[in-house]
């Protein structure tokens, strides 16, 4: 029974073993042959489903291994393009999943493995259907199984991805962009699902054109978390600018990116030693080609980056070699900000979330800019001004986006202008810039900047030429913003050496000074205020010009649109006055010119070396400023200019003198020639004028000193006085060729017909006039003569001076000894009435001798002979002649006078004895000529020289006078 038990036993275990190694053997060459089968079946029936073709190499199944081996995988899109595939797919599975409850891989090898996603022309991809497939309803995963399905654990010991390509086609956009990644190598270690279990790892990738991939590190899947190292490198810019061109403006010719860092990733992102650097890097405009921006080298230094924290610390930002290319165009435009603009993003808005961003802490240890070259063009003035910064460099610390904060900045950089040779030194400088609120105190530097760079902002507005000028400053600039409101302060030193501005009209010098230097000045924007220490000048110079219609070339320098511009300005509010205080303005060798070309004769001055200062300018009501100037003109007359004014307002107060001595008055022939009518042949002219204006109110003082003022030639000038300006000049100019003339001036300003011109000149007329129209009055002033020096009078009939004219006569000598430049003109004349009464009645006396007198008719001897004598010679009757004149007053109404009768009586027969006598003219003709030379030799016998007096024919009159009156007259020279 045992023995049957056994051998039953042993042929049922054979029974077994047979059927084992059947099936063994029945499995092992199903499963070679009929897996692949199987699998390329299903392969090709899933993938030509989606009218795709596919084509296999071969496939191989280990069914001992538990292996597939997969060749040659192919499949190629609807237009027969090659999409995904691979060179080798292989999976070794391991049995020991049963043990472990795991999916355990020994090895998963993808090597060749490729994959060509296309953009078509009309903007569908080669995946779009299979999108749509995952859209299905059916292809939606149940969320809640989904969520109470667990991750299932797997484990690959050695996953190896190697040799992958990966490319991208997009011909929708023109021109078409292709990017192809690889070759791309994976490599992971002991990779598993497993709960806080981490799997090391490397992935290396690398492109044709030299970009590479090194990834490694390890990572966890549950939960999902890694840390290692990340390096990029080799990324060719150009490449990024292919894809986006269409929305850009400007060309990336060439660049590589880098990166790399250490990063830990779970429930947060950690970055440390992180390092971004671009190398190489150039931008053109894509239309021109022009360069726009290019660098060597810009790198972000030792990133950390805090992602829950918000937090990016950066250690240093430098750059070097680079070159920016800017323009700002007529309407103030950027050509940089228009540049990189994206097209399609010129007009849309981004949307907003309604939420605040939280704020990010960022900080940046050092920024480094050295090298570069910034070329600016400026064309707002319609002038290209090119502007190079080169070399530039920028350097600050501790940035703090929290704070708004930057320390330590410092730009220094060299400044060339249009091309030349000499450039300009720029620093600029600030230990703090604090944005928010803004606070900030900037140095700047600048030396040998040349000003005519601003001509083409000049020549629009005004008719000037800025040739030359060189800026040196040393300023302060502090910006300093609280409650809402920016103070800004400047302070610093300034100066400006070789500066000319040309006029353009005339093509002359206009303004020009060797060195113009502002002393430590403080410019107080916010409480409008101005301080000066000192502000020096050295060869200032000015040139004033009278055009001949009257304007001036300042006039003539302000264009006619730009003076409209300023009269609209007008229009305006008027701001409040900057208070202003200036220590002292010192002038040094200065000089002006002055031309006069209104006249018909030109006329020209130069007031140089003035030297001297105006002190404690300041623009407080009621302050003075010290005024004290000296220096000559045309290089011979000192001129001095001195007193008090408050240049803010002169009208208030103003007390000031202006002296010229010694100034040749042959230079002022012009003037002389168009008011004088005369040409002046010699004569120095000193001049002290002194001004005082309070409230409006004018007073002047002018004092004028010529000495040997000597008239030329009469000029036919139609704008001359008519005034004998020879005379009055003879009248004032003393025995030593001199005049001496105070003049004094008053006048409203206030008065809208005042003019300063007008005021002396018509003060000096009045005083010329007055002069000319009464000169022996002035003549009378010199000898301190109460009795008037133009006349001489003589009892009729006689030709003797008496002692009060020979008194008169000799006052008049003494005046004439003073004023040698005049000549006397002697004209006497003799009265038909009276001198020839008086001549006839000398005639008659001789005739009267024999006649026997008469006391009945009159006191008088001659009457008591006259009276007997026309009884005689008439055969008339006085007493008849009596009583018929009584009887005519009697007829008229008229009561008899006795007195009055016996006066026409007299009359009567005096009118009968002259015209007896027959006096003629020439007898009267020769009493009157008597009467001059008498006159001639009294004032030769008082020292005058004969040749300055003449005689001139004398007249008669038929004047009731009591006596005959010889009238004089001056002339001069």
Not at 341 to 359: H, K, M, R, Y
Not at 372 to 389: A, K, P
Not at 773 to 798: A, K, R, Y
Not at 869 to 877: A, K, L, T
């Amino acid at each position: 029974m045992g023995l049957i038990e056994n051998s039953l036993s042993v042929r049922i275990a054979g029974v077994s073993i047979k059927f084992f190694v059947i099936s063994f053997l029945l499995y092992t060459v199903i499963s070679f042959f009929a897996v692949p089968l199987l699998v390329k079946q299903q392969l090709e029936q899933h993938i030509t489903a989606t009218e795709r073709t596919v084509d296999v190499g071969h496939i191989r199944y280990n069914p001992l291994a538990l292996s597939l081996d997969i060749h040659q995988l192919n499949i190629y899109d609807r237009r027969q393009q090659p999409q995904i595939g691979f060179e080798r797919l292989y999976i070794n599975f391991q049995s020991s999943s049963l043990l472990w409850l795991t999916f355990v891989f020994d090895k998963v090898l993808l090597d060749g493995f490729y994959n060509h996603y296309s953009i078509h022309q009309d903007g569908s991809s080669n995946i779009d259907d299979l999108l749509a497939l995952l859209d299905t309803p059916a292809a939606q995963p149940n969320q809640q199984e989904d969520a109470e399905t667990a991750i299932p654990r797997v484990l690959i010991r050695q996953l190896e991805l190697g040799n992958i390509a990966v490319s991208y086609r997009d011909e929708h956009r023109q021109p078409t962009f292709f990017k192809s990644f690889g070759p791309i190598d994976l490599s992971l270690q002991h990779f598993n699902t497993f709960p806080s279990d981490e799997s090391p790892y490397r992935l290396a990738a690398q492109t044709k054109g030299g970009e590479s991939l090194d990834w490694q590190g390890s990572v966890s899947i549950v939960p999902l978390a890694s840390s290692g190292s990340l390096k990029i490198g080799g990324v060719q810019l150009r490449d990024g600018w292919d894809f986006m061109q269409q929305q850009l403006q400007f060309e990336v010719t060439r660049g590589t990116a880098r990166f790399k860092a250490d990063y830990q990733f779970d429930d947060n992102l950690l970055i440390n030693n992180g390092f971004f650097i671009i190398d190489d890097l150039a931008i053109v405009d894509k239309k021109t080609q022009s360069p726009a921006l290019s660098f060597k080298q810009f790198g972000v230094n030792n990133m950390a980056l805090d992602l829950n924290q918000q937090r990016l610390d950066i250690a240093s930002v430098n750059s070097h070699q680079g070159a920016i290319n800017e323009t700002i165009d007529r309407q103030q435009q950027s050509y940089l900000q228009q540049l990189f603009t994206l097209i399609s993003d010129t007009n849309e808005e981004q949307p907003d979330s309604g939420q605040p961003a939280t704020p990010w802490q960022v900080n940046i240890g050092d920024f480094a800019f050295d090298d570069y070259h910034i070329s600016l063009i400026e064309q707002t003035s319609g002038t290209d001004i090119l502007l190079e910064l080169s070399p530039l460099s920028l350097h600050a610390n501790n940035f703090d986006l929290t704070k708004f904060q930057l320390e330590s900045i410092e730009l220094k950089s060299l400044l060339a202008v249009n091309k030349r040779a000499d450039k300009s030194a720029l620093t600029l400088a600030t230990p703090l810039l604090q944005l928010s609120p803004l606070n900030s105190v900037w140095h700047f530097e600048i030396s040998e900047l040349p000003l005519d760079i601003a001509q083409p902002f000049i020549a629009p507005v005004a008719n000037l030429e800025l040739l030359s000028g060189l800026l040196h400053s040393n300023i302060d600039l502090s910006l300093n913003e609280s409650d809402q409101q920016l103070n800004i302060v400047v302070d610093g030193s300034a100066d400006i050496h070789n500066f000319m501005v040309k006029d353009t009209v005339k093509h002359k010098e206009f303004v020009s000074w060797d060195l113009l230097t502002v002393d430590q000045f403080n410019l107080d924007l916010s409480n409008n205020a101005l301080t000066v220490n000192n502000v020096d000048t050295d060869g200032f110079f000015a040139r004033i010009i009278i055009n001949k219609d009257g304007t001036t070339n300042i006039q003539d320098s302000i264009k006619h649109s730009a003076a409209g511009n300023t009269a609209d300005s007008h229009n305006d509010q008027p701001a409040d006055p900057m208070a202003i205080e200036i220590n002292s303005i010192r002038f040094a060798n200065a000089q002006s010119r002055f031309a006069d070309l209104s006249l018909s004769r030109r006329f020209a001055m130069t007031i140089a070396e003035l030297n001297g200062s105006i002190d404690n300018i300041s623009s407080t009501p009621g302050s003075l400023a010290k005024v004290n100037i000296q220096g000559s003109v045309n290089k011979y007359a000192p001129v001095i200019l001195a007193g008090v004014v408050n240049p803010f307002d002169a009208e208030s107060h103003t007390n000031l003198s202006l002296d010229f001595n010694g100034l040749e008055l042959t230079n002022l022939t012009p003037y002389a020639d168009a008011y004088a009518g005369y040409v002046i042949d010699k004569g120095k002219l000193t001049v002290n004028l002194d001004y005082k204006l309070e409230d409006n109110h004018i007073v002047g003082d002018n004092h004028f000193f010529l000495d040997q003022l000597t008239l030329g030639e009469k000029t036919e000038s139609s704008t001359a006085t008519t005034l004998p300006i020879a005379l009055g000049i003879a009248l004032l100019k003393d025995g030593n060729g001199e005049i001496d003339v105070d003049l004094a001036v008053e006048g409203n300003l206030d008065d809208p017909e005042f003019d300063y011109g007008t005021l002396v000149w018509d003060s000096l007329l009045t005083f010329m006039t007055k002069v000319v129209s009464s000169p022996f009055s002035m003549l009378s002033g010199l000898v301190d003569s109460e009795q008037p020096l133009n006349q001489i009078p003589f009892d009729f009939g006689t030709a003797d001076l008496g002692n009060q004219n020979n008194a008169t006569l000799n006052s008049l000598a003494e005046a004439l000894k003073q004023r040698p430049q005049l000549d006397i003109e002697i004209r006497s004349n003799a009265n038909s009435r009276g001198d020839t009464t008086a001549l006839a009645l000398q005639q008659l006396e001789p005739l009267l001798a024999d006649i026997q007198p008469d006391d009945e008719y009159a006191v008088s001897p001659f009457w008591q002979q006259a009276y007997p004598y026309f009884e005689q010679q008439s055969g008339q009757d006085i007493d008849d002649i009596r009583n018929q004149m009584t009887d005519q007053a009697e007829q008229n109404g008229t009561p008899p006078n006795e007195a009055a009768i016996d006066q026409q009586v007299h009359q009567h027969i005096e009118q009968y004895l002259v015209e007896q006598q027959q006096i003629d003219t020439h007898t009267l003709n020769q009493l009157a000529l008597q009467r001059s030379n008498n006159i001639r030799l009294a004032l030769i016998d008082y020292g005058i020289e004969h040749d300055r007096i003449f005689v001139l024919d004398s007249t008669t009159t038929a004047d009731l006078a009591e006596q005959s009156i010889t009238e004089l007259k001056l002339n001069a020279k």
